[in-house]
């Protein structure tokens, strides 16, 4: 099956239908089209061959529309695009504290392909530079390199909702050509960040970057992102909610190299820029952009692509900080019992009792979407009335979405209550779909006590062999224990591991990120 039998084509504007989108794509694809500047990256041999009038805009919802236009179907190859996913993978498998081992995420200033670490860390500053992708680039699970490149292809396919290839000449171009990323490979091997050979890091790391996709592949794949790791089109799960979080915010620092700081301030959307002329966004919960467009400025970002970028957060408010909530909007009303009444057909007593006593029961529907901001407001509310009222009907009837916070805020206020002499009640508070805390920290509790058995499965197969443990051990049982939030035992194991020199740098990066006793 092609994958665009799986997502829904937009509106066809010349059967009538209404194509507003569309019809925006049309319009600032002709518009931008006229501008010129730039030229293809030429410092590899392939991709300076590419024709430089190719550009193509395509845009995914987070629930599998897909709108494009121009060359959006047009193949090129992913080059630095692929660094969010990959960072993504190693997040996902790896967990937030060790990847952080290995790689920052502050923003440099410098050009993508400095030689450069963090002085003080001794690692790369972020994954979105060479640097720091190559060594992101070894964290790719598997015994051997076919096995790592198969993992790799597996997880772009997975994102595109379709097979995706290396392209092998542009390939073999980086291969041959990418000598200042050897310097880069060399250099990390020589402070630890990376421990296999240099040559098959960076073979793995130049067939992730030769990828061959299109705009509208890059759009699924922003899509996913926005749509907290769920790929919008196949409804696959890809990466955890707190790891997308992680891996936008640094695409928002740092996704646009030394023109990060400007982008963040004009556009604001976190972005990914590749120098095959490509780039991607992706506003959470909304949408994911892809436009490719060959030339690139001296910054390595495609002229047009930022052009475009640029005109659609202002004509449609993408801006990250630009505010779309309202809370006071949380309340519809709020009314008293003896004024407004239900439908429901009550007897003489019961019709005059309400006159009489209605007053004390108040009721409060609220409405739209709770988090932090629009359930302090209703929370307040609620105190207000409760001052003159016996009985409080909070109706959730049109809640959509409660977040974990305003969920743990409305567990407070109902323990506050609790102790007062106002009853309250919460209607239809079960249809709302919620981030429940409790099964949060249930699935938290489940996973750290998982953790723990395997550190101890692992280190009693150890034991069983009647053999020292070996300091590479001692550091992967250090960490398998700092996983599971097992403080004393983990530090244990890394000072095991600081006391081999082949260990030390690294076991004592590891110390560090443990809390003081």
């Known amino acids: 099956m092609n994958k665009f039998d799986l997502v829904r084509a937009a509106p066809n504007a010349e059967s009538g239908a209404l194509a507003p989108i569309q019809d925006y794509l049309n319009e600032i694809h002709a518009r931008v089209s006229k501008i010129e500047g730039g030229a293809p990256a030429d410092y590899i041999p392939e991709l300076g061959k590419i024709d430089p009038a190719l550009f193509g805009i395509a845009i995914a919802t987070v629930d599998g529309q897909l709108f494009m236009v121009g060359d ?80 790799m292809l597996e997880l772009f396919s997975s994102l595109a909702a379709r097979k995706i290839e290396v392209d092998e000449e542009v390939y073999k171009s980086e291969l041959a050509t990418g000598h200042r990323n050897r310097a880069i490979a060399y250099m990390m091997l020589n402070t630890g960040m990376i421990e296999r050979h240099p040559e098959e890091v960076l ?43 992680d891996v936008l915010s640094v695409m928002n620092s740092c996704g646009m190299y030394d023109y990060a700081g400007e982008w963040a301030y004009e556009v604001g959307m976190p972005a990914k820029s590749g120098v095959s002329g490509c780039i991607i966004a992706a506003i959470p919960g ?97 105190t207000e009335l409760s001052r003159d009222s016996k009985y409080i009907v909070v109706d959730f009837k049109r809640v959509h979405h409660a977040d974990s916070a305003a969920c743990k805020l409305i567990v407070r206020a109902v323990r506050a ?61 250090g960490s398998c224990y700092r996983e599971a939030g097992d403080w004393r035992r983990a530090r244990r194991w890394f000072e095991r591991a600081a006391s081999d020199p082949a260990t030390r740098a690294r076991a004592t990066r590891a110390l560090e990120t443990l809390p003081t006793e």
């Open 72 to 151: 959006a179907n047009v193949p090129f190859t992913i080059q630095s695009v692929s660094k969010p996913f990959m960072y993504g993978y190693a997040l996902q498998h790896h967990g937030r504290m060790r990847v952080l081992e290995q790689v920052g995420v502050e923003p440099t200033g410098e050009a993508f392909n400095s030689i450069v670490l963090d002085e003080a860390a001794n690692r790369p500053f972020n994954p979105m530079v060479n640097a720091g992708a190559i060594a992101i680039a070894e964290m790719m699970q598997g015994e051997t390199l076919e096995q790592r490149t198969n993992k």
């Open 203 to 245: 073979e793995l790391y130049f067939r992730q970057c030769a990828l061959s996709v299109t705009a509208c592949d890059l759009a699924i794949m922003a899509a996913t992102l926005a749509n907290d790791g769920t790929n919008p089109v196949t409804n696959h799960k890809i990466f955890d909610t707190q790891y997308v979080r």
């Open 286 to 382: 909304q949408i994911g952009i892809c436009v490719y467009a060959p030339p690139i400025d001296t910054q390595g970002n495609s002229v047009r692509g930022i052009a475009v970028c640029q005109d659609m957060s202002r004509e449609f408010q993408l801006h990250a900080f630009y505010n779309h909530t309202n809370v006071r909007s949380v309340l519809r009303r709020d009314y008293r019992a003896d004024l407004v009444r239900s439908n429901r057909l009550r007897t003489l007593n019961e019709r005059t009792l309400l006159a009489e006593e209605g007053r004390k029961i108040a009721v409060l529907e609220a409405q739209g979407a709770l988090f932090f901001g629009s359930t302090e407001q209703l929370l307040r509310r609620l």
């Open 417 to 477: 209550m609790a102790a007062s002499d106002t009853e309250l009640v919460l209607a239809e508070a079960e249809r709302v779909r919620s981030s429940r805390p409790s099964a949060d920290a249930a699935a938290t509790a489940d996973t750290a006590r998982s953790e723990g058995l395997r550190c101890e499965r692992r280190r009693l197969d150890i034991e069983s062999q009647d053999r020292a443990v070996t300091a590479e051990e001692a550091l992967w049982l």
